[in-house]
């Protein structure tokens, strides 16, 4: 009984999201909302929390990530281009020039990633700064590390091909 009951929690552990989705949408089946609506909705809630989420980290770091406010457009433009097409009368100016802005905004969330400040390297000696809990450390401790890392990967992968 034991073994039946650890085999069942390991596979929802494995396959949570996959529990959830079908969860959710036996309730979108038994409450018989329309489906699109349930799509907004759950955009919507996405939407809020992303907003919780950048006021918790601007709460605790003091600082918004650009990151988090464009993921939050992202996802509200998202959400009004599913309304937008789900309507009768569509109108495929206001849809089209909605999908412009997503991929503006994609740009933005790439360029945001690629230029974050969390990384600071002026030189062998300069010190890396993380945003998360993760300690300082000069550039030329991590390079070490890494070299320490590629050699030992090299031995094992040697040691495999044998």
């Known amino acids: 009984m034991k073994k039946s009951l650890l085999k069942i929690q390991d596979f929802l552990g494995s396959y949570f999201e996959v529990v959830v989705a079908a969860a959710i949408f036996i309730i979108i089946l038994?409450?018989?909302?329309?489906?699109?609506?349930?799509?907004?909705?759950?955009?919507?809630?996405?939407?809020?929390?992303?907003?919780?989420?950048?006021?918790?980290?601007?709460?605790?770091?003091?600082?918004?990530?650009?990151?988090?406010?464009?993921?939050?457009?992202?996802?509200?433009?998202?959400?009004?281009?599913?309304?937008?097409?789900?309507?009768?009368?569509?109108?495929?100016?206001?849809?089209?020039?909605?999908?412009?802005?997503?991929?503006?905004?994609?740009?933005?969330?790439?360029l945001a990633i690629k230029y974050s400040p969390g990384v600071i390297k002026i030189s062998q000696d300069a010190i890396i700064e993380y945003e998360d809990e993760r300690p300082n450390a000069k550039v030329k401790d991590v390079k070490d590390e890494i070299r320490t890392i590629d050699k030992l990967k090299g031995n094992k992968e040697e040691s495999d091909n044998k």
């Open 30 to 110: 038994i409450t018989k909302v329309p489906f699109s609506s349930a799509i907004i909705l759950m955009l919507e809630f996405i939407v809020v929390m992303e907003v919780v989420k950048m006021i918790h980290d601007f709460i605790q770091k003091k600082k918004i990530r650009l990151r988090f406010v464009v993921d939050l457009f992202i996802i509200f433009l998202i959400r009004d281009v599913i309304i937008l097409s789900t309507h009768q009368n569509r109108d495929y100016f206001d849809i089209t020039f909605l999908l412009f802005v997503i991929s503006i905004f994609f740009i933005f969330r790439i």
